[in-house]
């Protein structure tokens, strides 16, 4: 893997990462910037990964056989750390300025950004911006940084994650525990219209559904996407099908679900639909008015019905509740007959990056904290991992008739 380090203070805990990193077995070659080598000698890294270090693009001898597409090619993993706030612009706007730029742009490899800066650097709009931009991307991940005592004097966030904590995501980011599955991600809300311009609707981002989606594309899935409105970008490796509302969401989902090993259910399906939607626009002159809803179908339940004999995927169902989680969601769990329930509260889940769930299931509750929906996604497949590897379903399918 490539460790490329940046011009911040922390430059000298990348060193113990290194070190870190070599003695957990890996191949690890450096890269550095300019400002880098103002805080870390390049001979530090050198010595500890037993490997010449990258440290100037225009280097006659590095680049005798075009060293810096070498280190793009050969690497499986980029680890940038510290990633300053200028090195996060320059990766962002896709300059290839020296030896880092040059190799990250040049690389098909997933990136692992580990920013570390002064707290207003950090809460600055441009840096944001800057980091979104490379998390669209689907290619860069981030760890960190932490919140504490900062070098330049100030307290909040902005440390690099530790070490330790950078090694266990560069572990995340190499899993590939689900290459060869097929898994199939419901996301976002579903609209039932009422007439051309107006529509039922509920305040799913997707969020959720594109997280684990993207997510089970890194881990080595085949994923394929239904995903109703959103204005999410499509996680890399996925494949996307939109839909609008709840029948058009159940169509997609029982054709991709007949070949799949998983189904996560985390598109929030409305349950009613307008009886009979008008074909053209309704005007206000009729006074008040009333609008007859039918009850939609339930996707889930319907899916889990039918994993009655034949072949069983692991099913995931989300439970958004206002009150008494846990005991919705072990109802879910049996009513349904899913193997594996997320269940949130409707105030932290909706809209937001982040979520705090418990995940159900048969074998007991696990309450996660508050965390990113790009982590919790990734909880959610580990506990998948398991039940596929416990066998599949967890549901066993029901008896033959006598
Ligand atoms: C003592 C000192 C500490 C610095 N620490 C940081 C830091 O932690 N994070 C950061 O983004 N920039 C930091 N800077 C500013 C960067 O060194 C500067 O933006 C530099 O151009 C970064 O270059 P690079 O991103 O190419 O490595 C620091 C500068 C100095 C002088």
Request: proline share 5%.
């Amino acid at each position: 893997m490539l460790l490329a380090v940046g011009g911040g203070i922390s430059a000298y805990k990348s060193a113990e990462l290194c070190r870190e990193l070599v003695r957990r077995g890996a191949i690890v070659s450096c890269a550095m910037t300019r400002a880098a080598q103002s805080f870390v000698a390049p001979l530090t890294f050198q010595a500890l990964s037993g490997r010449r270090v990258a440290t100037s693009l225009m280097d006659a001898s590095e680049e005798a056989e075009i060293g810096h597409i070498r280190l793009a090619d050969e690497n499986d993993l980029c680890i940038v750390a510290p990633a300053t706030a200028n090195l996060i612009a320059r990766i962002a706007a896709g300059m290839g300025d020296d030896v880092v730029t040059t190799v990250l742009l040049a690389t098909r490899a997933r990136t692992l950004l580990a920013p570390a800066m002064n707290v207003n650097m950090w809460r600055n709009p441009i840096v944001q911006a800057n980091l979104r931009r490379l998390l669209e991307d689907g290619r860069f991940e981030t760890i960190g940084p932490g919140v504490g005592d900062l070098a330049c004097g100030w307290v909040g966030e902005g440390r690099m994650a530790e070490p330790l904590e950078i090694v266990e995501a560069a572990q995340r980011c190499l899993r590939r525990d689900l290459e060869g599955r097929a898994v199939v991600v419901t996301a976002g809300p579903t609209v039932e219209d009422i007439d051309p311009v107006r529509f039922l609707g509920n305040r799913s981002s997707g969020r959720m559904g594109y997280a684990v989606a993207q997510a089970a594309a890194r881990r080595g899935a085949k994923v394929t996407l239904i995903s109703g409105p959103t204005s999410l970008a499509t996680p890399p490796g996925a494949e996307r099908t939109d839909v609008r509302g709840a029948l058009e969401m159940r169509d997609q989902l029982a054709r991709a679900a007949a070949s799949a090993d998983v189904v996560v259910m985390a598109a929030a399906v409305a349950d009613y639909r307008p009886a009979s939607p008008s074909p053209s626009k309704l005007k206000r002159d009729v006074g008040t008015t009333q609008l007859d809803l039918v009850p939609n179908p339930d996707i889930l339940a319907e899916l889990g019905a039918r994993r009655d004999g034949g072949r069983l995927p692991v099913l995931v169902g989300f439970a958004v509740e206002t009150e008494d989680l846990e005991a919705n969601a072990r109802q879910k769990l049996e009513k349904k007959k899913v193997d594996l329930v997320v269940a949130n509260r409707a105030e932290v889940g909706f809209g937001g990056a982040e979520n705090e769930a418990l995940l159900v299931s048969r074998e007991g509750v696990q309450a996660l904290a508050r965390m990113s929906k790009d982590d919790l996604a990734d909880r959610i497949l580990d506990r998948v991992c398991e039940l596929l590897s416990a066998g599949g379903s967890a549901t066993p399918p029901r008896a033959p008739p006598p």
